[in-house]
């Protein structure tokens, strides 16, 4: 009987020592799998850290400037829909015209006083008075429903892509940089509904092949996939981001005033079908 007890006892220690070993064993593969963690996301970084490096003061300078594009694109297309070509649109695409107008106005409004509490000036980030939205399809896109919708798409899938692209630099800033980010996060999800609207309209009323999300890079007027990203954005489970330097070569010919429209102020006649396009001073935060 002792010995059976004893060899009990000594399995029990046996036990013991094997289920403490299981912990420690536990322990050590969770450290190394933080660790691991820890090593994928550092080797990956350069293949995020992509584009001009930005202070906060500029991140929001840049957004401020997409966004009063943004805001003045809107405000052309209600003014069309009240007398132009989008008179035509369906009721449910003006409300959303409407209604996404007036969360871009409110947008700059918001990232005004971000970049006022920077010590940055909101006056300062100007666009032209007249932007050349034709630069977007080639043609006028508030001409009619069809192209407003796509023009708008591309407006839209943009900025999504343009928000997400600052986050290493709102990161890399540190304390300086959360503020930033708490606001670019809190816009990027209504910048994500107005692509997603968008897109649904374009489905629903045009029958376009299009869904309200992004199936593939064909859709999108940006570089989505990313060489050597452990984060497969060719599928639909992932969107891609843009670089401020891949935005602003898009943007750049919208800020830009045509010599037609230049011309056109003047009394003399010209011949538009030998002008070219003449750069206006540089729009500021545009670098």
Do not use: C
């Not at 045509?258 to 545009?286: F, H, K």
């Amino acid at each position: 009987m002792k010995t059976v007890l004893k060899v009990a006892a000594q399995m029990a220690v046996s036990f013991s020592s094997f289920t403490s070993m299981l912990r420690r064993m536990a322990a050590i593969g969770r450290r190394m799998l933080v660790l691991l963690l820890i090593l994928l996301i550092t080797t990956a970084t350069p293949a995020y850290a992509q584009g001009t490096v930005l202070t906060p003061q500029q991140v929001v300078e840049y957004a401020l400037t997409l966004k009063k594009l943004e805001a003045d694109f809107y405000q052309r297309a209600v003014d069309a829909a009240q007398s132009g070509g989008l008179a035509t649109a369906p009721q449910v695409a003006k409300d959303a015209i409407i209604s996404y107008g007036q969360d871009e106005a409110q947008h700059v409004t918001d990232l005004s006083a971000v970049l006022t509490s920077l010590g940055g000036n909101p006056d300062a980030i100007t666009i032209p008075a007249n932007p050349n939205y034709s630069a977007i399809l080639n043609r006028d896109p508030f001409a009619n429903p069809t192209d407003f919708l796509l023009a708008g798409q591309y407006v839209e899938d943009l900025g999504v892509a343009a928000y997400k692209g600052q986050v290493q630099n709102l990161l890399a800033a540190g304390e300086a940089g959360k503020p930033v980010l708490a606001a670019a996060l809190a816009i990027h999800s209504v910048e994500a509904r107005h692509a997603a609207g968008i897109r649904f309209l374009r489905e629903a009323l045009l029958s376009s092949d299009v869904r309200p999300w992004i199936r593939n890079q064909d859709e999108v007027i940006y570089q989505e996939n990313r060489d050597g990203s452990p984060i497969p954005f060719d599928s639909e489970a992932f969107d891609g981001y843009a670089t401020s330097d891949e935005v602003l070569a898009l943007v750049s010919p919208i800020l830009t005033v045509s010599q037609q429209v230049i011309d056109n102020s003047n009394t003399t006649p010209v011949d538009s079908s030998n002008t070219t396009p003449v750069p206006v001073p540089p729009v500021r935060a545009l670098w």
